[in-house]
Every structure is written in structure tokens, then in C-alpha cells.
């Protein structure tokens, strides 16, 4: 067993060849403590009586290794069972609606519930169509192990799917499962953002032109995401404040941000633009705009009003996916990407960049320029400092001011 488990360490998880007889060793070290046959999977708690027993004598990263090496077996020994299938495809049907329901009924977006329909599909797949009555916190375990292991995804990659089907298994199955799962984690990697210098931006700048120029401009001097750009409403811009509302952005938080000057004239003359369209519309009587959460239940008109339209409205009407409801929505993301692409390629930039490159400009070019960093957090909306803190590894000056000894 352990012979396979070697050759499984080297050709799936991409353990390096110096490091195998360690991992090997964790294993039949547990294995042998606790008298247990190696051909069966072991508890969380066996696990956990394992490890708190050489933390007695091991160093920490000893400990860190052993369990990274017992989850990777665990995912190894689900392997080679075999799984039956149950075939009963109708109630997985069933149970796909049911966490579509329940994603509404917590107000979550389009695309959240699109995401996690998706990571269902494929847990499904991996269990083969099991009888989701018999689904316990292992078989998660195993699908998670398994896109790491398998599917080499990123460590947020692995989050989302853990988190899409613990949904799933609490509030579809009514299952609580979080303190059985022992799965094998992504390797976390550092990456550092791409970022544009000033230049570069305004190279950009100079081959785009109309709307999509107007909201590229936008996302860089206000340090937008994509779709924070795309759903802003009349009512978010603040002209004579120089301010921007986002509203509902990442982790359903409000924040509000800088509104460059330099951008006035050109907003005002779009809005004018927009309020053509909003009469238009008015005058052959559509439905008003998508509303968040109950609004549209409890305000039944708000969406016809002038202060609830769209900054960046779409041409064409389209139909609702949820009511079913032929409406005006905002421009379509993959609008903006195409004008983005086709302007970095005419300015001749080989960075792997994309509009939201133009958010980690805005964060790195601030820091650049002397802000604190508390301040570019508040203007990204970022909750973790540490998070906005990996912008302080790209800029171009020293930001903290600091003066070797050498130079006195």
C-alpha cells in the first residue's frame, strides 16, 4: 500500500522527490500508534490524537508536514475504493432547485448562485450520482482533495467550492458537516498584481474613446472592480462632493470613494446622454431596472425612477433571468473587456493586463504618491490590511520614507 502511496506522492500531488520518505514516515508512524490497519481511513480524531502526540517531540513544521502527508493519504485511500452509483439522477434534479431557492431566498447575486450550481454539478459528477441521503462529510472532503490534488486549482478556487457545497449540505440537506472535514488545501502561492505605470494607463487611455473610454477612466480613478463600474446607478454619483457611492460591492459592503475632477465634464455630458435613453424608455412604458433584494416588492415603482437607471446602461433590452421580465439592464462586462484588450494591443503593453489591473494601478500609483495605506484600505474597501499591503511590494519608490545608515 505505502509503495502505491509513493508513487501517487509523485506523479498526482507533485511531491518533490527529497520529501517522499518523510511523508511515507508520518504515515506508518500513525498507523503504527494507533494499531490500525493501513488500508483504512482514519477519523478526524485519530488524526488529531496522532498530532497532538508528536507535537510532544516534534518541531511545528514537522507536525505541519505529517498532516499535509495524512490528508494526502486519506485522499489516496478514497481513491483507490471503489464507489457505487445509485443512479437516481431525478433527485439530484430535484435538489439543484432547491439550492437555487435557497440562494434567493438569501438575496445572494445572479452570479453567486451561477457559481455555485456549478461547483454542485461537479461534486455530483464526483460522487457519481450517490444517493444524496447517504452524502456525509467525507465524500466533501474527498471532492476538495480531489480538485487540489487533480486538478492543481488556487487555494481561492478550493474556497469557493468548499464553500458552495457546505451550503449545499447545510442548508439543502440540513447537514452540519464543517468539524468532519480533513481535505487536502491548495498550495497557496504569492502572487504579485499586475500593474500599469502612469504612462501606460494613459496610453490606454488615448486609444479608446466614448463610453468605454469614460468607464476605464472611471475604474482607475476611483480603484473600481468590473462589476462595481457596471452597476452604478445615477444616484451613486456625487458631483459636488467629488464623491462615489459603491454600493453592495465585494462581501455586500458599501463604501464610498474619490471622483476625479478631471472626469466632471465628460460624466455630466454622458448623463445627459443617458437621460435621452431613460424618456425613451419611460415613453414606451418598460419595466423599470433590476431592484436589489425585496426593494422591487416594497417599492414597485422605484425602478422607472431617474435616480435608480443605470450610469452605463445597455442598448438593448434583455430578458430578466430570475422574473422573466424584459427590462433595460446595464452594458454587458464582455463589452468593456473587448474595447480594454484591443487598446492594450494597439499600445503595444505585452503585461498580462485587464481591467482589473486598473484597480491595483490606482491602489499601487497612491501609495507611490505618499497616501497611507489606511487610506488606500478605505478607498478599496478591503476589510484585511494585509490585503492592501501586497500593493506595497510593486511601487516604484520607497513609500515608508526609510533612509539606509549607510547614506549618513
Not at 503504527?32 to 485519530?46: F, I, K
Not at 461537479?122 to 487540489?148: C, T
Not at 487611455?205 to 477612466?217: Q, V
Not at 459603491?246 to 443617458?274: A, F, M, N, W, Y
Request: aromatic fraction near 10%.
Amino acid at each position: 500500500m505505502f509503495e502505491a502511496f509513493r508513487h501517487f506522492l509523485l506523479r498526482k500531488a507533485s511531491i518533490k522527490s527529497h520529501y517522499i520518505p518523510f511523508y511515507l514516515k508520518w504515515v506508518s508512524d500513525c498507523y503504527g500508534y494507533l494499531n490500525t490497519p493501513a488500508d483504512s481511513r482514519l477519523s478526524s480524531e485519530q488524526k488529531k490524537q496522532f498530532l497532538s502526540h508528536m507535537a510532544k517531540t516534534h518541531e511545528d513544521w514537522q507536525v505541519k508536514q505529517a498532516d499535509a502527508a495524512l490528508r494526502l493519504y486519506d485522499y489516496f485511500l478514497s481513491r483507490e475504493s471503489k464507489r457505487l452509483s445509485s443512479g437516481v439522477p431525478g433527485a439530484w434534479k430535484d435538489l439543484e432547485k432547491k439550492m437555487a431557492e435557497a440562494l434567493r431566498l438569501r438575496q445572494r447575486s445572479l452570479s453567486t448562485e451561477k457559481t455555485y450550481l456549478m461547483w454542485l454539478r461537479s461534486f455530483q459528477a464526483f460522487v457519481k450520482e450517490k444517493e444524496p441521503s447517504k452524502l456525509e462529510g467525507r465524500d466533501l472532503q474527498d471532492f476538495l482533495s480531489h480538485i487540489a490534488v487533480e486538478k492543481k486549482i488556487a487555494p481561492s478556487t478550493q474556497n469557493q467550492a468548499l464553500n458552495a457545497v457546505l451550503f449545499f449540505y447545510r442548508h439543502v440537506l440540513g447537514k452540519n458537516i464543517e468539524n468532519e472535514l480533513s481535505a487536502v488545501r491548495a498550495r497557496h502561492r504569492r502572487h504579485l498584481p499586475v500593474v500599469l505605470t502612469f504612462k501606460e494607463v494613459q496610453t490606454i487611455f488615448d486609444h479608446l474613446s466614448g463610453t468605454p473610454k469614460l468607464m476605464t477612466m472611471l475604474t482607475y480613478g476611483c480603484g473600481l472592480r468590473l462589476q462595481e463600474c457596471l452597476r452604478l446607478r445615477i444616484k451613486d454619483v456625487n458631483l459636488e462632493q467629488n464623491n462615489l457611492m459603491v454600493r453592495s460591492g465585494k462581501g455586500d459592503q458599501d463604501r464610498r470613494t474619490v471622483l476625479p475632477e478631471t472626469l466632471k465634464d465628460d460624466l455630466i455630458h454622458h448623463i445627459g446622454e443617458v437621460r435621452t435613453l431613460f424618456d425613451r424608455d419611460r415613453k414606451e412604458n418598460l419595466n423599470g431596472v433590476w431592484l436589489p433584494g425585496a426593494l422591487e416588492k416594497k417599492y414597485p415603482n422605484a425602478g422607472k425612477e431617474w435616480s435608480w437607471f443605470w450610469l452605463f446602461p445597455s442598448k438593448s433590452l434583455s430578458v430578466d433571468p430570475r422574473s422573466l421580465a424584459v427590462r433595460r439592464h446595464h452594458m454587458h462586462p464582455g463589452s468593456l473587456q473587448t474595447a480594454f484588450k484591443v487598446a492594450l494591443g494597439k499600445a503595444g503593453i505585452a503585461k498580462p493586463a485587464s481591467i482589473h489591473t486598473l484597480r491595483h494601478s490606482f491602489a499601487t500609483h497612491l501609495l507611490e504618491n505618499g497616501y497611507d495605506i489606511r487610506t488606500v484600505q478605505e478607498l478599496l474597501g478591503h476589510k484585511n490590511l494585509q490585503t492592501t499591503m501586497i500593493y506595497t511590494h510593486v511601487t516604484t519608490k520607497n513609500i515608508l520614507g526609510v533612509r539606509s545608515p549607510l547614506d549618513r
